[in-house]
């Protein structure tokens, strides 16, 4: 058994986290909640979760989200730094649960395999966005309650839509070049 990030899975961290702060920024389309868009970087971050696995998920929504926040808005915003780190890691976690269900490294990603991917992101986003980051806003950052479960309401509905559509199409079109594992027969 492997010890520690494999190399492959170190550079994925770090191009993964490079193209969340892109995405980010360039991606994101604001609500009228004030610090509260609609995320693209989630649907990605999710694909990530899935082919690298949890950890990577977690280094991904974390570096990723520090340096979004720390280039664009002077200092991260450590309450939903540390949700899309939980955001990542647990997509991650919920789909190596289901790991004979969804098998996109084989090539399978169908409709049975879109609907348990999408409850268990849609579960992980709801804890994240509607609890975890409210939460930490009036903890850490003395936010006011009503603003705080407000934003997260409409992050976390925004991201669960984000990741049900792009982060389904770029599951879907990944698990496609993958192989079927019974795609070669003996003749």
């Given at each position: 058994m492997e010890k520690g990030l494999s190399i492959k899975t170190i550079v994925a961290i770090g191009i993964g986290s490079a193209v969340f702060v892109i995405l980010g920024r360039f991606l994101?389309?604001?609500?009228?909640?004030?610090?509260?868009?609609?995320?693209?970087?989630?649907?990605?971050?999710?694909?990530?979760?899935?082919?690298?696995?949890?950890?990577?998920?977690?280094?991904?929504?974390?570096?990723?989200?520090?340096?979004?926040?720390?280039?664009?808005?002077?200092?991260?915003w450590w309450s939903w730094v540390i949700t899309s780190a939980f955001v990542g890691l647990f997509i991650g976690i919920g789909v190596r649960l289901f790991k004979n269900s969804i098998q996109i490294e084989s090539g399978i990603f169908g409709t049975k395999q879109i609907i348990l991917f999408n409850a268990i992101q849609a579960i992980v986003q709801a804890l994240a966005w509607f609890f975890i980051a409210p939460s930490l806003d009036v903890l850490i950052h003395a936010e006011p309650v009503n603003k705080a479960y407000t934003q997260g309401a409409i992050a976390g509905i925004s991201n669960i839509v984000t990741v049900g559509i792009i982060g389904t199409i770029l599951i879907v079109s990944y698990a496609k070049t993958r192989s079927k594992s019974d795609s070669l027969r003996k003749e």
């Open positions: 994101s389309i604001p609500t009228g909640i004030p610090n509260t868009n609609i995320e693209t970087a989630y649907a990605f971050l999710a694909l990530m979760a899935i082919i690298f696995g949890p950890i990577a998920g977690l280094l991904i929504g974390l570096i990723g989200h520090i340096l979004k926040d720390a280039i664009f808005y002077g200092s991260p």
